[in-house]
């Protein structure tokens, strides 16, 4: 069974420039979830896709992040102008059904603001 | 092996020995407990799960108990090999959410 995908696995960018990241969930997993990890810290839920409905985006700093999973498969998270603390690792995570569920989780884009 | 009773950022273990990881969690309604390994550059990887109506499963080498009365989830690892050195995490579910504990990072000493 082919894991989480995500991509790039790396970005560097200058403070208020724009990025979008990529994940492609495991095959036939309804929920997608992106979280932050801040260094030396947990991940942090972001948002939760049901196919292709948000289930909870309470924690999205709406004014600068978004994200969308059409068709109900892959998703894209962008950012929007960048700020310094949103320096980061993103993960995308993908379950069967609901979050009392195993989440498996891709390996993550790293993102440096400079 | 090394046991401790409060949760802590980092844990040495001599390799053979067993390793015991704890986590206190903060929802009495949560219902749903994980534990995932972490290791640098990667993205958390699944290590065993346990639901509300359990206190004890039992995985290959690993071992998740949950004290409800107390809030308290711990992962037993039986043997800790060199590949066991990683940072551990315990997740939460509650309200459909996961929420995710400190991490402890654990360094196995050969």
């Known amino acids: 069974e082919a894991g989480v995908a995500q991509s790039p696995r790396y970005k560097i960018i200058e403070k208020r420039q724009s990025v979008a990241f990529w994940c492609n969930p495991i095959s036939g997993h309804a929920t997608l979830y992106w979280y932050q990890q801040i260094l030396g810290q947990g991940p942090k839920l972001l948002i939760q896709?049901?196919?292709?409905?948000?289930?909870?985006d309470s924690q999205l700093p709406k004014d600068r992040f978004s994200a969308e999973r059409l068709k109900g498969v892959d998703s894209t998270l962008k950012i929007q102008p960048a700020k310094l603390e949103d320096s980061a690792v993103y993960l995308c995570?993908?379950?069967?059904?609901?979050?009392?569920?195993?989440?498996?989780f891709g390996d993550g884009t790293r993102l440096s603001i400079l | 092996g090394e046991s401790v009773g409060l949760h802590l950022p980092t844990l040495s273990v001599q390799e053979g020995d067993n390793s015991i990881i704890n986590c206190a969690y903060s929802?009495?309604?949560?219902?749903?407990f994980i534990w995932y390994k972490q290791e640098s550059g990667k993205g958390p990887q699944f290590i065993i799960d346990i639901r509300s109506n359990m206190d004890k499963r039992q995985g290959q080498r690993v071992t998740v108990l949950l004290n409800k009365t107390v809030k308290h989830l711990s992962l037993q690892i039986a043997a800790t090999q060199p590949g066991d050195s990683a940072v551990y995490f315990c997740a939460e579910n509650n309200d459909y959410k996961l929420s995710f504990g400190a991490g402890t990072t654990v360094t196995v000493r050969a």
């Open positions: 995570a993908s379950s069967q059904q609901s979050s009392n569920q195993p989440q498996h």
């Open positions: 929802n009495s309604a949560s219902d749903y």
């Open positions: 896709f049901q196919n292709n409905g948000v289930v909870d």
